[in-house]
């Protein structure tokens, strides 16, 4: 199997790295929230949109191709922050098995 070549000048889309967190609400409750893990240089690839409705509401689901760096954190419930849209992350895998790189599965929801 070949090796995948990402040009590094293509990673230039800055990225924050998020994970869930839940904090305690002071009433014996927990609230869901995220923290920030990294800030990452990645590449955003749109691949294809939909449509849905859920409860009632529409949505257009964008499904995106994230490259980053390999790390070996970056699980299916973490999410990407760009410029004020957020990219829940629904899959990763390392393409070429090299752990130079990581392929992250995204979507983000439109409205």
Do not use: K
Not at 15 to 41: F, I, K, M, R, S
């Amino acid at each position: 199997m070949a090796a995948l070549f990402v040009d590094a000048g293509c990673l230039s889309a800055r990225l924050l790295l998020e994970a869930p967190a839940q904090l305690t609400d002071g009433q014996g409750g927990v609230t869901g929230n995220w923290e920030p893990v990294a800030t990452l240089w990645g590449r955003i690839e749109p691949l294809r949109a939909g449509s849905r409705e859920t409860a009632g509401a529409a949505m257009a689901p964008v499904i995106h191709r994230v490259t980053i760096r390999y790390r070996d954190d970056v699980r299916h419930a973490m999410r990407f922050v760009h410029r004020g849209r957020t990219l829940e992350i629904r899959a990763s895998r390392d393409p070429d098995e090299t752990r130079r790189y990581l392929v992250c599965e995204c979507e983000e929801s439109l409205p």
